[in-house]
Protein backbone atom coordinates (compact mmCIF):
# COMPACT_ATOMS: atom_id res chain seq x y z
CA UNK A 1 0.00 0.00 0.00
CA UNK A 2 0.88 3.18 -0.37
CA UNK A 3 2.78 5.29 2.10
CA UNK A 4 0.78 8.41 2.21
CA UNK A 5 -2.78 6.28 1.92
CA UNK A 6 -1.12 4.48 4.69
CA UNK A 7 -0.82 7.76 6.84
CA UNK A 8 -4.10 9.17 5.20
CA UNK A 9 -6.31 6.25 6.58
CA UNK A 10 -4.04 6.87 10.09
CA UNK A 11 -4.76 10.29 10.43
CA UNK A 12 -8.55 10.24 9.29
CA UNK A 13 -9.24 7.60 11.89
CA UNK A 14 -7.14 9.39 14.85
CA UNK A 15 -6.80 12.28 13.46
CA UNK A 16 -2.84 11.79 14.24
CA UNK A 17 -0.04 11.10 12.68
CA UNK A 18 2.64 8.22 13.53
CA UNK A 19 6.14 9.96 14.98
CA UNK A 20 8.26 8.89 11.88
CA UNK A 21 5.75 11.29 9.29
CA UNK A 22 7.64 13.68 7.48
CA UNK A 23 6.65 17.50 7.18
CA UNK A 24 5.81 16.92 3.51
CA UNK A 25 3.79 14.51 4.27
CA UNK A 26 2.39 15.52 6.41
CA UNK A 27 1.14 18.83 4.76
CA UNK A 28 -0.02 16.17 1.57
CA UNK A 29 -2.20 14.56 4.39
CA UNK A 30 -3.76 17.39 5.60
CA UNK A 31 -4.48 18.94 2.75
CA UNK A 32 -6.40 15.92 1.63
CA UNK A 33 -7.75 15.60 4.99
CA UNK A 34 -9.17 19.80 4.55
CA UNK A 35 -11.50 17.54 1.58
CA UNK A 36 -12.91 14.99 3.32
CA UNK A 37 -13.80 17.37 6.22
CA UNK A 38 -15.61 19.52 3.36
CA UNK A 39 -17.61 16.16 2.22
CA UNK A 40 -18.32 15.65 6.12
CA UNK A 41 -20.00 19.26 6.74
CA UNK A 42 -22.63 18.62 4.03
CA UNK A 43 -23.73 15.24 5.76
CA UNK A 44 -26.07 16.87 8.29
CA UNK A 45 -27.94 18.75 5.64
CA UNK A 46 -28.59 15.85 3.07
CA UNK A 47 -29.76 13.88 6.38
CA UNK A 48 -31.99 16.61 6.84
CA UNK A 49 -33.63 16.11 3.53
CA UNK A 50 -33.24 12.69 3.85
CA UNK A 51 -35.59 12.28 6.55
CA UNK A 52 -37.79 14.95 5.51
CA UNK A 53 -38.44 12.99 2.24
CA UNK A 54 -38.74 9.46 3.76
CA UNK A 55 -42.56 10.02 4.92
CA UNK A 56 -43.69 10.26 1.04
CA UNK A 57 -41.16 7.54 0.16
CA UNK A 58 -42.33 5.52 2.14
CA UNK A 59 -46.06 5.65 2.08
CA UNK A 60 -44.86 5.47 -2.03
CA UNK A 61 -42.96 2.08 -1.28
CA UNK A 62 -45.83 1.24 0.83
CA UNK A 63 -48.37 1.35 -1.90
CA UNK A 64 -46.23 0.09 -4.56
CA UNK A 65 -46.11 -3.70 -1.93
CA UNK A 66 -49.55 -3.31 -1.63
CA UNK A 67 -50.03 -3.29 -5.49
CA UNK A 68 -47.57 -6.04 -6.01
CA UNK A 69 -49.22 -8.63 -4.36
CA UNK A 70 -50.13 -11.35 -6.49
CA UNK A 71 -53.96 -11.19 -7.17
CA UNK A 72 -56.41 -13.37 -5.26
CA UNK A 73 -56.65 -17.02 -7.47
CA UNK A 74 -59.78 -16.65 -8.73
CA UNK A 75 -62.50 -18.68 -7.06
CA UNK A 76 -63.48 -21.76 -9.54
CA UNK A 77 -66.77 -23.15 -8.70
CA UNK A 78 -67.12 -26.65 -10.94
CA UNK A 79 -70.81 -26.90 -12.08
CA UNK A 80 -72.06 -30.02 -10.41
CA UNK A 81 -73.01 -32.82 -13.30
CA UNK A 82 -76.43 -34.02 -12.96
CA UNK A 83 -77.36 -37.69 -14.25
CA UNK A 84 -79.62 -39.53 -13.25
CA UNK A 85 -77.81 -39.90 -9.77
CA UNK A 86 -75.42 -37.42 -10.13
CA UNK A 87 -77.70 -34.48 -8.45
CA UNK A 88 -77.96 -36.75 -5.37
CA UNK A 89 -74.75 -38.23 -4.74
CA UNK A 90 -72.27 -34.89 -5.65
CA UNK A 91 -74.71 -32.34 -3.46
CA UNK A 92 -74.07 -34.30 -0.64
CA UNK A 93 -70.28 -34.24 -0.87
CA UNK A 94 -70.59 -30.38 -1.78
CA UNK A 95 -72.50 -29.33 1.23
CA UNK A 96 -69.93 -31.13 3.22
CA UNK A 97 -67.11 -29.41 1.66
CA UNK A 98 -68.61 -26.35 2.37
CA UNK A 99 -69.22 -27.35 6.12
CA UNK A 100 -65.73 -28.34 6.59
CA UNK A 101 -64.35 -24.97 4.70
CA UNK A 102 -66.27 -23.60 7.28
CA UNK A 103 -65.28 -25.29 10.08
CA UNK A 104 -61.54 -25.04 8.59
CA UNK A 105 -62.23 -21.40 8.73
CA UNK A 106 -62.95 -21.19 12.53
CA UNK A 107 -60.11 -23.26 13.05
CA UNK A 108 -57.73 -21.34 11.68
CA UNK A 109 -59.32 -18.07 13.24
CA UNK A 110 -58.98 -19.59 16.06
CA UNK A 111 -56.07 -21.41 16.28
CA UNK A 112 -53.86 -18.14 15.12
CA UNK A 113 -55.86 -16.12 17.92
CA UNK A 114 -55.91 -13.30 15.09
CA UNK A 115 -57.06 -9.90 16.96
CA UNK A 116 -57.70 -7.78 13.62
CA UNK A 117 -61.13 -6.12 13.76
CA UNK A 118 -61.13 -5.67 10.22
CA UNK A 119 -64.82 -4.28 9.85
CA UNK A 120 -65.05 -1.31 7.62
CA UNK A 121 -65.22 1.02 10.84
CA UNK A 122 -62.08 -0.19 12.08
CA UNK A 123 -60.21 0.19 8.50
CA UNK A 124 -62.09 3.80 8.06
CA UNK A 125 -60.87 4.63 11.51
CA UNK A 126 -57.49 3.69 9.96
CA UNK A 127 -57.25 6.03 7.04
CA UNK A 128 -53.70 6.17 5.31
CA UNK A 129 -51.80 9.65 5.89
CA UNK A 130 -53.52 10.38 8.90
CA UNK A 131 -51.80 10.96 12.11
CA UNK A 132 -53.10 9.05 14.87
CA UNK A 133 -52.85 8.53 18.64
CA UNK A 134 -53.71 4.80 19.44
CA UNK A 135 -52.44 3.45 23.33
CA UNK A 136 -51.81 -0.34 23.35
CA UNK A 137 -49.00 -2.51 24.51
CA UNK A 138 -46.48 -4.32 22.72
CA UNK A 139 -46.86 -7.90 21.84
CA UNK A 140 -43.61 -7.90 19.80
CA UNK A 141 -40.63 -6.53 18.54
CA UNK A 142 -37.91 -7.42 15.73
CA UNK A 143 -35.26 -5.47 13.70
CA UNK A 144 -31.98 -4.00 15.15
CA UNK A 145 -30.07 -0.53 14.39
CA UNK A 146 -31.93 2.25 13.68
CA UNK A 147 -35.16 0.44 12.61
CA UNK A 148 -38.01 -1.81 14.37
CA UNK A 149 -40.90 -3.25 13.76
CA UNK A 150 -43.31 -3.50 16.88
CA UNK A 151 -46.34 -5.57 16.85
CA UNK A 152 -48.71 -3.44 19.18
CA UNK A 153 -51.81 -4.66 20.16
CA UNK A 154 -54.61 -1.87 20.51
CA UNK A 155 -58.41 -1.44 20.63
CA UNK A 156 -58.14 -1.54 16.82
CA UNK A 157 -56.72 -4.43 16.91
CA UNK A 158 -53.09 -5.46 16.01
CA UNK A 159 -51.45 -3.08 14.42
CA UNK A 160 -47.31 -3.24 13.29
CA UNK A 161 -45.66 -0.41 14.29
CA UNK A 162 -42.44 1.16 12.20
CA UNK A 163 -39.72 2.93 14.28
CA UNK A 164 -36.83 4.18 13.39
CA UNK A 165 -34.22 6.57 13.97
CA UNK A 166 -36.26 9.57 13.38
CA UNK A 167 -38.66 8.07 16.06
CA UNK A 168 -38.61 10.12 19.55
CA UNK A 169 -39.42 7.84 22.41
CA UNK A 170 -40.36 9.35 25.45
CA UNK A 171 -40.92 7.81 29.39
CA UNK A 172 -42.29 10.17 32.27
CA UNK A 173 -41.18 13.19 29.62
CA UNK A 174 -37.76 12.38 28.96
CA UNK A 175 -36.26 10.99 26.04
CA UNK A 176 -35.65 6.59 26.32
CA UNK A 177 -34.14 3.77 24.69
CA UNK A 178 -35.92 2.10 21.65
CA UNK A 179 -34.91 -1.12 24.29
CA UNK A 180 -38.20 0.16 26.41
CA UNK A 181 -40.22 -1.26 23.69
CA UNK A 182 -40.25 -4.49 24.89
CA UNK A 183 -43.21 -7.04 25.03
CA UNK A 184 -45.29 -6.55 27.60
CA UNK A 185 -44.21 -2.15 27.80
CA UNK A 186 -48.04 -0.27 27.68
CA UNK A 187 -47.55 2.37 24.82
CA UNK A 188 -49.29 5.76 23.14
CA UNK A 189 -48.35 5.79 19.45
CA UNK A 190 -48.31 9.19 17.53
CA UNK A 191 -47.58 8.50 13.95
CA UNK A 192 -48.96 8.35 10.65
CA UNK A 193 -51.07 5.84 9.41
CA UNK A 194 -49.44 3.46 6.43
CA UNK A 195 -51.73 0.64 4.50
CA UNK A 196 -52.21 -2.53 5.46
CA UNK A 197 -52.56 -1.52 9.31
CA UNK A 198 -49.19 0.06 9.74
CA UNK A 199 -48.13 2.92 11.60
CA UNK A 200 -44.99 5.61 11.35
CA UNK A 201 -44.00 6.02 14.75
CA UNK A 202 -43.07 9.78 15.42
CA UNK A 203 -43.30 9.49 19.02
CA UNK A 204 -44.10 6.53 20.83
CA UNK A 205 -44.52 7.24 24.83
CA UNK A 206 -43.43 4.40 27.34
CA UNK A 207 -45.36 3.08 30.47
CA UNK A 208 -45.62 0.12 32.50
CA UNK A 209 -43.58 -2.62 31.43
CA UNK A 210 -45.86 -5.83 31.98
CA UNK A 211 -49.25 -5.06 30.62
CA UNK A 212 -51.37 -7.90 29.02
CA UNK A 213 -52.36 -7.61 25.53
CA UNK A 214 -55.31 -5.18 24.68
CA UNK A 215 -58.60 -6.09 23.80
CA UNK A 216 -59.47 -5.09 20.16
CA UNK A 217 -62.81 -3.28 20.13
CA UNK A 218 -65.71 -3.77 17.53
CA UNK A 219 -66.66 -0.31 16.29
CA UNK A 220 -70.03 1.16 15.38
CA UNK A 221 -69.67 4.94 13.39
CA UNK A 222 -72.30 7.25 14.81
CA UNK A 223 -74.19 8.39 12.49
CA UNK A 224 -77.11 10.20 14.51
CA UNK A 225 -76.56 11.79 17.72
CA UNK A 226 -78.13 9.79 20.69
CA UNK A 227 -78.92 12.03 23.83
CA UNK A 228 -76.07 11.99 26.54
CA UNK A 229 -73.73 10.03 24.80
CA UNK A 230 -70.61 10.82 26.47
CA UNK A 231 -67.70 8.51 26.96
CA UNK A 232 -63.69 8.03 26.98
CA UNK A 233 -61.46 8.92 23.88
CA UNK A 234 -59.46 6.14 23.00
CA UNK A 235 -58.13 6.90 19.80
CA UNK A 236 -57.63 10.10 17.58
CA UNK A 237 -56.87 10.34 14.18
CA UNK A 238 -56.67 13.72 11.83
CA UNK A 239 -55.85 13.84 8.04
CA UNK A 240 -53.12 15.38 7.10
CA UNK A 241 -54.63 18.81 6.72
CA UNK A 242 -56.21 18.82 9.67
CA UNK A 243 -59.86 19.47 8.37
CA UNK A 244 -60.84 15.61 9.40
CA UNK A 245 -60.74 14.41 12.34
CA UNK A 246 -62.35 11.27 14.14
CA UNK A 247 -62.04 9.27 17.74
CA UNK A 248 -62.77 6.48 18.70
CA UNK A 249 -65.37 6.54 21.79
CA UNK A 250 -65.97 4.05 24.35
CA UNK A 251 -69.14 4.60 25.85
CA UNK A 252 -69.54 2.65 29.19
CA UNK A 253 -72.60 0.25 29.40
CA UNK A 254 -73.08 1.27 25.36
CA UNK A 255 -70.71 0.41 22.64
CA UNK A 256 -67.30 1.97 21.08
CA UNK A 257 -68.16 4.38 18.43
CA UNK A 258 -66.55 5.83 15.58
CA UNK A 259 -66.85 9.39 15.60
CA UNK A 260 -66.38 11.99 13.01
CA UNK A 261 -65.86 15.73 14.89
CA UNK A 262 -65.08 18.94 13.63
CA UNK A 263 -61.55 20.63 13.72
CA UNK A 264 -62.81 22.86 16.55
CA UNK A 265 -63.21 19.88 18.55
CA UNK A 266 -60.04 18.41 17.11
CA UNK A 267 -58.39 21.24 18.48
CA UNK A 268 -59.68 21.12 22.19
CA UNK A 269 -58.94 17.71 22.44
CA UNK A 270 -55.38 17.59 21.44
CA UNK A 271 -54.77 21.22 23.74
CA UNK A 272 -55.02 18.14 26.75
CA UNK A 273 -52.28 16.86 27.83
CA UNK A 274 -53.97 13.62 27.96
CA UNK A 275 -56.13 13.75 24.74
CA UNK A 276 -56.36 9.74 25.12
CA UNK A 277 -58.72 9.12 28.02
CA UNK A 278 -60.65 12.71 28.42
CA UNK A 279 -63.84 12.17 29.01
CA UNK A 280 -66.55 14.21 26.57
CA UNK A 281 -69.72 13.98 25.70
CA UNK A 282 -70.91 14.83 22.07
CA UNK A 283 -73.02 17.05 20.48
CA UNK A 284 -73.90 18.20 17.43
CA UNK A 285 -73.86 21.67 16.06
CA UNK A 286 -76.81 23.18 13.92
CA UNK A 287 -75.41 23.16 10.23
CA UNK A 288 -73.19 20.63 10.78
CA UNK A 289 -72.09 18.14 8.38
CA UNK A 290 -73.88 15.29 8.25
CA UNK A 291 -72.24 12.84 10.11
CA UNK A 292 -70.29 15.32 12.10
CA UNK A 293 -70.50 15.96 15.80
CA UNK A 294 -68.32 18.53 17.91
CA UNK A 295 -66.96 17.23 21.36
CA UNK A 296 -67.64 18.90 24.27
CA UNK A 297 -64.00 18.72 25.78
CA UNK A 298 -62.52 19.18 29.65
CA UNK A 299 -61.23 22.53 29.83
CA UNK A 300 -57.65 22.72 31.00
CA UNK A 301 -56.73 23.53 34.53
CA UNK A 302 -53.57 25.92 35.57
CA UNK A 303 -53.14 22.76 38.13
CA UNK A 304 -53.05 20.39 35.21
CA UNK A 305 -56.31 18.72 36.55
CA UNK A 306 -59.52 19.12 34.09
CA UNK A 307 -63.04 19.81 34.62
CA UNK A 308 -65.89 17.54 33.26
CA UNK A 309 -67.08 18.86 30.38
CA UNK A 310 -70.93 20.75 30.91
CA UNK A 311 -72.99 18.75 28.94
CA UNK A 312 -71.56 15.90 30.46
CA UNK A 313 -74.54 13.72 32.30
CA UNK A 314 -73.84 13.61 36.28
CA UNK A 315 -73.38 9.81 36.82
CA UNK A 316 -71.01 8.88 38.78
CA UNK A 317 -70.51 6.12 37.20
CA UNK A 318 -69.14 8.01 34.13
CA UNK A 319 -66.41 9.59 35.82
CA UNK A 320 -63.62 6.98 37.48
CA UNK A 321 -63.63 8.36 41.30
CA UNK A 322 -59.70 6.52 41.26
CA UNK A 323 -57.05 7.26 38.64
CA UNK A 324 -58.13 6.73 35.72
CA UNK A 325 -56.07 4.08 33.78
CA UNK A 326 -55.89 6.83 31.32
CA UNK A 327 -54.29 8.87 33.63
CA UNK A 328 -51.77 5.99 34.30
CA UNK A 329 -51.26 5.81 30.41
CA UNK A 330 -48.05 7.58 29.34
CA UNK A 331 -48.81 9.96 27.42
CA UNK A 332 -46.99 12.27 24.36
CA UNK A 333 -44.57 15.76 25.50
CA UNK A 334 -47.06 19.07 25.85
CA UNK A 335 -45.16 22.18 25.60
CA UNK A 336 -47.36 25.77 25.73
CA UNK A 337 -45.49 28.61 25.22
CA UNK A 338 -45.37 32.17 23.02
CA UNK A 339 -43.14 31.84 19.67
CA UNK A 340 -39.89 34.12 20.38
CA UNK A 341 -37.61 32.60 17.86
CA UNK A 342 -37.89 30.95 14.39
CA UNK A 343 -34.38 29.27 12.77
CA UNK A 344 -35.36 27.15 10.11
CA UNK A 345 -37.17 24.55 11.68
CA UNK A 346 -36.07 25.71 14.89
CA UNK A 347 -38.70 27.44 16.96
CA UNK A 348 -38.00 28.93 20.65
CA UNK A 349 -40.50 29.06 23.12
CA UNK A 350 -40.97 31.34 25.88
CA UNK A 351 -43.23 29.64 28.62
CA UNK A 352 -43.72 29.50 31.97
CA UNK A 353 -40.94 27.04 32.62
CA UNK A 354 -38.51 29.22 30.50
CA UNK A 355 -36.87 28.79 27.15
CA UNK A 356 -37.81 25.81 25.46
CA UNK A 357 -36.18 24.54 22.06
CA UNK A 358 -38.96 23.00 19.40
CA UNK A 359 -38.42 21.48 16.59
CA UNK A 360 -41.08 21.12 14.14
CA UNK A 361 -40.76 17.39 12.32
CA UNK A 362 -41.42 17.65 8.45
CA UNK A 363 -44.76 15.62 9.02
CA UNK A 364 -45.76 17.70 11.53
CA UNK A 365 -49.71 18.77 11.50
CA UNK A 366 -49.79 22.17 12.16
CA UNK A 367 -53.62 23.43 12.49
CA UNK A 368 -53.75 27.39 12.57
CA UNK A 369 -56.95 27.97 14.01
CA UNK A 370 -58.62 31.13 14.28
CA UNK A 371 -54.89 32.40 14.40
CA UNK A 372 -54.70 34.46 10.86
CA UNK A 373 -52.03 32.27 10.09
CA UNK A 374 -51.44 29.58 7.47
CA UNK A 375 -50.01 26.62 8.46
CA UNK A 376 -47.15 27.10 6.62
CA UNK A 377 -46.33 30.79 8.40
CA UNK A 378 -45.51 29.16 11.52
CA UNK A 379 -41.85 28.61 10.18
CA UNK A 380 -41.64 32.03 9.35
CA UNK A 381 -41.71 36.18 11.12
CA UNK A 382 -45.00 36.13 10.99
CA UNK A 383 -45.43 33.33 13.83
CA UNK A 384 -43.36 35.42 16.08
CA UNK A 385 -45.85 36.45 19.38
CA UNK A 386 -48.09 33.78 19.14
CA UNK A 387 -48.96 31.15 21.50
CA UNK A 388 -48.71 27.85 20.41
CA UNK A 389 -49.18 24.36 21.86
CA UNK A 390 -46.83 21.73 20.93
CA UNK A 391 -47.45 17.89 21.23
CA UNK A 392 -44.75 15.44 20.62
CA UNK A 393 -41.28 13.76 21.63
CA UNK A 394 -38.37 14.88 22.60
CA UNK A 395 -34.99 14.82 20.45
CA UNK A 396 -32.43 12.39 22.81
CA UNK A 397 -29.39 14.28 21.81
CA UNK A 398 -30.14 17.95 22.17
CA UNK A 399 -33.20 17.37 24.48
CA UNK A 400 -35.50 19.39 22.30
CA UNK A 401 -38.85 19.16 21.93
CA UNK A 402 -40.07 17.35 18.31
CA UNK A 403 -43.51 18.87 17.49
CA UNK A 404 -45.58 15.96 16.03
CA UNK A 405 -48.74 18.28 16.27
CA UNK A 406 -48.70 22.65 16.33
CA UNK A 407 -51.66 24.25 17.54
CA UNK A 408 -51.11 27.59 16.89
CA UNK A 409 -53.08 30.24 18.82
CA UNK A 410 -53.62 34.18 19.12
CA UNK A 411 -50.41 36.74 19.31
CA UNK A 412 -50.41 37.67 22.16
CA UNK A 413 -48.94 41.46 23.72
CA UNK A 414 -47.12 39.63 26.25
CA UNK A 415 -45.36 36.64 27.23
CA UNK A 416 -46.27 34.21 29.84
CA UNK A 417 -45.61 35.20 33.27
CA UNK A 418 -45.07 33.30 35.83
CA UNK A 419 -47.96 33.18 37.82
CA UNK B 1 -32.62 11.32 17.05
CA UNK B 2 -31.77 8.58 18.79
CA UNK B 3 -28.55 6.79 19.29
CA UNK B 4 -28.01 4.43 16.99
CA UNK B 5 -26.02 2.09 18.86
CA UNK B 6 -28.69 1.67 21.63
CA UNK B 7 -31.09 -0.46 22.57
CA UNK B 8 -30.09 -4.07 20.08
CA UNK B 9 -30.30 -6.42 23.11
CA UNK B 10 -33.35 -5.48 25.21
CA UNK B 11 -35.47 -8.08 26.53
CA UNK B 12 -37.63 -9.48 23.88
CA UNK B 13 -36.10 -7.99 21.15
CA UNK B 14 -35.91 -10.61 18.21
CA UNK B 15 -31.64 -11.06 17.62
CA UNK B 16 -29.99 -9.13 15.31
CA UNK B 17 -29.77 -11.05 12.03
CA UNK B 18 -29.08 -9.52 9.13
CA UNK B 19 -29.34 -13.05 7.15
CA UNK B 20 -32.39 -13.61 8.10
CA UNK B 21 -34.02 -10.53 7.44
CA UNK B 22 -32.38 -10.90 4.04
CA UNK B 23 -33.80 -14.09 3.66
CA UNK B 24 -37.28 -12.61 4.36
CA UNK B 25 -36.81 -9.95 2.28
CA UNK B 26 -35.98 -12.42 -0.38
CA UNK B 27 -38.93 -13.89 0.04
CA UNK B 28 -40.90 -11.19 -0.41
CA UNK B 29 -41.73 -10.62 3.55
CA UNK B 30 -43.51 -7.56 3.80
CA UNK B 31 -42.83 -6.63 7.63
CA UNK B 32 -39.19 -7.47 6.49
CA UNK B 33 -39.32 -5.22 3.55
CA UNK B 34 -40.68 -2.44 5.57
CA UNK B 35 -37.66 -3.00 8.18
CA UNK B 36 -35.05 -3.13 5.06
CA UNK B 37 -37.00 0.50 4.20
CA UNK B 38 -36.73 1.95 7.33
CA UNK B 39 -33.22 0.95 7.74
CA UNK B 40 -31.84 1.81 4.67
CA UNK B 41 -33.88 4.16 2.69
CA UNK B 42 -31.62 7.92 4.37
CA UNK B 43 -28.35 6.40 3.65
CA UNK B 44 -29.57 5.63 -0.19
CA UNK B 45 -31.47 9.17 -0.38
CA UNK B 46 -28.16 10.54 1.21
CA UNK B 47 -25.64 8.46 -1.38
CA UNK B 48 -28.23 9.42 -4.30
CA UNK B 49 -28.21 12.93 -3.16
CA UNK B 50 -24.69 13.47 -2.96
CA UNK B 51 -24.17 12.67 -7.29
CA UNK B 52 -27.34 14.78 -7.81
CA UNK B 53 -27.92 18.19 -7.80
CA UNK B 54 -31.86 17.91 -7.09
CA UNK B 55 -33.31 16.80 -3.51
CA UNK B 56 -36.85 15.86 -5.82
CA UNK B 57 -35.12 13.88 -8.11
CA UNK B 58 -32.59 11.94 -5.67
CA UNK B 59 -36.37 11.09 -3.45
CA UNK B 60 -37.61 9.81 -6.80
CA UNK B 61 -34.35 7.77 -7.36
CA UNK B 62 -34.44 6.37 -3.97
CA UNK B 63 -37.80 5.21 -4.05
CA UNK B 64 -37.49 3.73 -7.26
CA UNK B 65 -34.16 1.56 -5.60
CA UNK B 66 -36.90 -0.28 -3.13
CA UNK B 67 -39.52 -0.67 -5.98
CA UNK B 68 -36.69 -2.13 -8.25
CA UNK B 69 -35.39 -4.15 -4.83
CA UNK B 70 -38.73 -5.42 -3.85
CA UNK B 71 -39.48 -6.47 -7.41
CA UNK B 72 -36.08 -8.36 -8.07
CA UNK B 73 -36.39 -9.83 -4.82
CA UNK B 74 -36.16 -13.50 -5.73
CA UNK B 75 -33.47 -12.92 -7.85
CA UNK B 76 -31.35 -11.61 -4.76
CA UNK B 77 -28.71 -13.68 -3.17
CA UNK B 78 -28.37 -13.04 0.98
CA UNK B 79 -25.58 -15.40 1.35
CA UNK B 80 -23.25 -12.83 -0.89
CA UNK B 81 -23.55 -8.89 -0.82
CA UNK B 82 -25.35 -7.31 2.32
CA UNK B 83 -28.98 -6.05 1.77
CA UNK B 84 -27.06 -2.19 1.39
CA UNK B 85 -24.83 -2.84 -1.18
CA UNK B 86 -27.82 -4.22 -3.02
CA UNK B 87 -29.42 -1.29 -2.94
CA UNK B 88 -26.26 0.42 -3.62
CA UNK B 89 -25.67 -1.17 -6.32
CA UNK B 90 -28.76 -0.57 -7.81
CA UNK B 91 -28.84 2.72 -6.60
CA UNK B 92 -25.50 3.06 -8.64
CA UNK B 93 -27.50 1.96 -11.57
CA UNK B 94 -30.06 4.46 -11.19
CA UNK B 95 -27.84 7.23 -10.82
CA UNK B 96 -25.53 5.94 -13.63
CA UNK B 97 -28.82 6.25 -16.08
CA UNK B 98 -30.04 9.17 -14.87
CA UNK B 99 -27.07 11.16 -15.90
CA UNK B 100 -26.74 9.54 -18.69
CA UNK B 101 -30.13 10.72 -20.16
CA UNK B 102 -29.18 14.24 -18.66
CA UNK B 103 -26.15 14.27 -20.78
CA UNK B 104 -28.01 12.93 -23.90
CA UNK B 105 -30.14 15.94 -23.55
CA UNK B 106 -27.40 18.47 -23.18
CA UNK B 107 -28.64 19.02 -18.91
CA UNK B 108 -25.47 18.66 -16.88
CA UNK B 109 -26.14 21.72 -15.16
CA UNK B 110 -28.93 19.88 -13.49
CA UNK B 111 -26.40 17.85 -11.86
CA UNK B 112 -24.94 20.65 -9.50
CA UNK B 113 -26.58 21.81 -6.84
CA UNK B 114 -29.54 23.73 -7.43
CA UNK B 115 -29.01 27.53 -5.84
CA UNK B 116 -32.13 28.57 -4.54
CA UNK B 117 -31.78 27.23 -0.88
CA UNK B 118 -33.45 24.29 0.95
CA UNK B 119 -35.44 25.34 4.08
CA UNK B 120 -33.50 23.94 6.71
CA UNK B 121 -29.81 25.04 4.91
CA UNK B 122 -27.93 27.91 6.34
CA UNK B 123 -26.26 29.71 3.57
CA UNK B 124 -22.81 29.04 3.99
CA UNK B 125 -23.89 25.37 3.80
CA UNK B 126 -25.75 26.51 0.70
CA UNK B 127 -22.88 27.55 -0.74
CA UNK B 128 -20.32 24.65 0.32
CA UNK B 129 -23.17 22.08 -1.24
CA UNK B 130 -23.12 23.93 -4.59
CA UNK B 131 -19.06 24.19 -4.69
CA UNK B 132 -19.33 20.37 -3.81
CA UNK B 133 -21.64 19.60 -6.05
CA UNK B 134 -19.63 21.34 -9.26
CA UNK B 135 -16.59 19.91 -8.00
CA UNK B 136 -18.11 16.27 -7.65
CA UNK B 137 -18.62 16.45 -11.38
CA UNK B 138 -15.00 16.52 -12.19
CA UNK B 139 -14.21 12.98 -10.24
CA UNK B 140 -14.71 9.69 -11.68
CA UNK B 141 -17.60 7.40 -10.91
CA UNK B 142 -15.90 5.63 -8.24
CA UNK B 143 -14.36 8.53 -7.00
CA UNK B 144 -17.71 10.02 -6.22
CA UNK B 145 -18.24 6.52 -4.83
CA UNK B 146 -15.89 6.32 -2.44
CA UNK B 147 -16.27 9.95 -0.94
CA UNK B 148 -20.11 9.38 -0.37
CA UNK B 149 -20.03 5.95 1.05
CA UNK B 150 -17.04 7.19 3.13
CA UNK B 151 -17.49 10.65 4.61
CA UNK B 152 -21.45 10.99 4.00
CA UNK B 153 -22.76 7.60 5.14
CA UNK B 154 -19.87 7.50 7.42
CA UNK B 155 -18.58 3.92 6.52
CA UNK B 156 -15.57 2.54 7.38
CA UNK B 157 -12.96 1.30 5.28
CA UNK B 158 -13.71 -2.18 5.77
CA UNK B 159 -17.77 -1.69 5.44
CA UNK B 160 -16.79 0.16 1.89
CA UNK B 161 -14.47 -2.54 0.41
CA UNK B 162 -17.68 -4.74 1.03
CA UNK B 163 -20.03 -2.61 -0.40
CA UNK B 164 -17.78 -1.55 -3.57
CA UNK B 165 -16.61 -5.33 -3.76
CA UNK B 166 -12.98 -4.21 -3.68
CA UNK B 167 -9.81 -4.78 -0.88
CA UNK B 168 -9.50 -2.45 1.64
CA UNK B 169 -6.33 -1.44 0.04
CA UNK B 170 -7.68 -0.68 -3.31
CA UNK B 171 -10.74 1.63 -0.59
CA UNK B 172 -7.59 3.91 0.25
CA UNK B 173 -5.81 3.91 -2.61
CA UNK B 174 -9.27 5.69 -4.45
CA UNK B 175 -9.85 7.49 -1.19
CA UNK B 176 -6.81 9.18 -1.54
CA UNK B 177 -7.10 9.81 -5.10
CA UNK B 178 -10.86 10.82 -4.44
CA UNK B 179 -9.62 13.84 -2.33
CA UNK B 180 -6.79 14.72 -4.25
CA UNK B 181 -8.88 15.06 -7.33
CA UNK B 182 -11.77 16.84 -5.17
CA UNK B 183 -9.14 19.14 -3.82
CA UNK B 184 -7.90 19.98 -7.72
CA UNK B 185 -11.60 20.88 -8.17
CA UNK B 186 -12.17 22.69 -5.56
CA UNK B 187 -9.19 25.03 -6.50
CA UNK B 188 -9.98 25.06 -9.93
CA UNK B 189 -13.89 26.03 -9.60
CA UNK B 190 -12.28 29.03 -7.00
CA UNK B 191 -13.25 27.13 -3.32
CA UNK B 192 -11.81 28.77 -0.24
CA UNK B 193 -12.11 27.18 2.96
CA UNK B 194 -12.78 30.18 4.78
CA UNK B 195 -14.87 32.20 2.46
Known sequence: ???????????????????????????????????????????????????????????????????????????????????????????????????????????????????????PETVEALEVGDYVEMPGVVTAAEGTGDARLITVSSPLGDILVVANAATSIVQNEASAGIATLQPGAQ??????????????????????????????????????????????????????????????????????????????????????SRS????????????????????????PQPNGTVTAPPSAPATATRVPQSPSPAAQRPSLVRVEGVVAAINARTVTLLTLDGRKTVVVRPEARILPGESGLTAGQLLSADALGHLVVVRGGIDVGTGAVIADIVLIGQKVERPLQNR | MRDREEGQHGRGMQPADPESLARRAAARDEAAWTLVFDGHYRSVFAFVRSRLGNPDVAEDIASQVFEIAFSRADSFDYRGVPIEGWLIGIARNLVRDHIKKLVRRGLEAELVEAATPAEADQTATIDLRQDLSQAMQGLTEDQQTVLSLRFLLDKSVEDTARLMERSEDAVKNLQRRALSAMQRQLVATGYQEDG
Do not use: C, W
Open chain 1, 187 to 272: VVVAGTVLATRRIAAQTVAVGDPSQPATEPLTLKRLRELKPNLAGTVVVLTLSPDGARARVVLDVPGDRTYLVTIDAASARALLQL
Open chain 1, 1 to 119: MDRIDALLDIYLESGAFPADATEAERKEVEALAASARLVRATAAAIEAEARASMPEARARFDRFVVASRPPAPPVHVGQPRRGLFGLRLLTVPRALGLATALAVLIVVAGLTGSRLTSG
Open chain 1, 276 to 299: LGAEVSIARKPGAAAGEFSLDVPS
